[in-house]
């Protein structure tokens, strides 16, 4: 029954034309015939080289031929090599360069012009500063001929090493010593900037600093404000006023021992970019020396800033007048020096520091005298403004006279 069922949809299926249906599909011919029909590969525009095509600011630098590329490598590998080369001859690159040196220098004539001293000093602006520093400070012959010793120094040291010969960089650290008023402070910006003029420091800016400044008051504490300091003091002067205090011999575990280890391996190791000045009394810094005879090896320059003179210091208050644009009137020079001759007798004379309050005090007294007279109806001048009387630094001197000798006053 099945067979008979089965044969009659097969008649059935021919006479309606779908015999197709029943024949198998052969996948494999389809499929290679799909393949055979896809570009070869290799031959992909994708593969083209067109640098035009992708000459947009986005894709820049993303595409070059693999010549360059191995050109490029090339030149990197040869460029390592040298590198190499140099390392490992190192020594022997020198020692070349140092016989050619010394041979030019052997065959230089002797009567080669090496320039005028004048020249080097204006054109490193040295003549100015030094011109400065006279009209600065009154008196201190001491002082300025040592500046001018470390300038001449400089001077030539430049004027041999633009000829060829071995140079090198002189300790510039310094201690000044005297007392306080003396002209310590000024002296070393006018060095922090011969100093820069001539190449020795990039800025020639001067930070002053104390104890207070660079110790701390705990554990850890110290180095940081000691490097700070530093930090800010780097490419110029680091004037470090009454350095003495940075030591305390009684006291094993004083942090100011922390700071003046940090003090000397920057003097040691960055001499070529920071000047270290040390200044207080000679007495407490000759024993502070005593005590750190690493600090006094890396000085190389002492100076001793004496007092000034009663007529050093009369002509320091002359200057100051005419910075002020003030006018003395002719008693008030005697009566100033007078004041000043009873007060060097007093306890803390600071020298110029002195003469400056005096100055302050008498035009204070100036303007009060002026005032007056004018509250009480008396015209007003220019020449009452600009005049400083006797009577001015008679109140001051006055006042010091009753307060006696062993009083402390301004």
């Known amino acids: ?4 069922t089965m044969l009659s949809k097969v008649l059935l299926c021919l006479a309606l034309g779908t015999a197709s249906a029943f024949t198998p599909i052969n996948s494999a011919r389809h499929v290679t015939t799909k393949m055979m029909s896809s570009p070869a590969t290799g031959t992909g525009p994708s593969l083209d080289y067109n640098p035009e095509k992708y000459a947009d600011e986005a894709n820049a630098g993303n595409h070059r031929k ?135 420091c990039r800025t ?67 001499q070529e970019d920071l000047i270290v000045v040390l200044a207080g009394y000679k007495d407490r810094m000759d024993r502070f020396f005593s005590f750190i005879p690493g600090m006094s090896s890396r000085i190389g320059n002492h100076i001793d800033f004496p007092n000034y003179e009663v007529d050093e210091l009369v002509d320091i208050a002359k200057v100051m007048i005419r910075d002020l644009e003030y006018q003395l009137d002719p008693m008030a020079e005697a009566t100033f020096k007078n004041y000043i001759e009873h007060r060097k007798r007093m306890p803390f004379f600071s020298n110029a520091r002195t003469v400056r309050n005096a100055m302050d005090r008498a035009r204070m007294n100036s303007a009060i005298r002026v005032f007056n007279e004018g509250l009480a109806g008396q015209q007003i001048t220019v020449a009452d403004l600009k005049a400083i009387k006797s009577v001015d630094f008679q109140i001051i001197l006055d006042e010091i006279i009753a307060a006696g000798e062993d009083a402390i006053v301004a």
């Open 204 to 270: 020639g800016h001067v930070v002053v600093a104390t104890r207070d400044d660079l110790v701390g008051q705990y554990v850890g504490h110290t180095a940081p404000k000691t490097k700070e300091v530093i930090k800010k003091a780097m490419g110029g002067v680091l004037l470090i006023d009454e350095a003495y205090y940075l030591y305390n011999a009684a006291n094993d575990r004083d942090y100011g021992q922390e700071s003046i280890e940090i003090l000397l391996n920057v003097m040691e190791k960055q």
């Open 1 to 4: 029954q099945w067979s008979t």
């Open 66 to 200: 693999l010549g360059d590329a191995l050109r490029d490598g090339d030149i990197e590998r040869k460029k390592a090599e040298k590198e190499q080369y140099e390392r490992e001859h190192a020594m022997e690159l020198a020692r070349e360069e140092r016989q050619r040196k010394i041979e030019f220098m052997r065959d230089m004539p002797e009567d080669t012009p090496a320039g005028r001293v004048a020249d080097f000093m204006y054109k490193g602006g040295i003549t100015e500063i030094l011109e400065q520093l006279d009209n600065d400070l009154i008196g201190l012959l001491p002082v300025k001929k040592r500046v001018r010793e470390i300038a001449a120094l400089l001077v030539l040291d430049k004027m041999r090493r633009k000829l060829g010969f071995e140079t090198a960089v002189p300790s510039l650290h310094m201690c000044f010593t005297g007392a306080p008023g003396t002209g310590k402070t000024t002296v070393a910006v006018r060095m922090g900037q011969i100093l820069q003029r001539m190449g020795y």
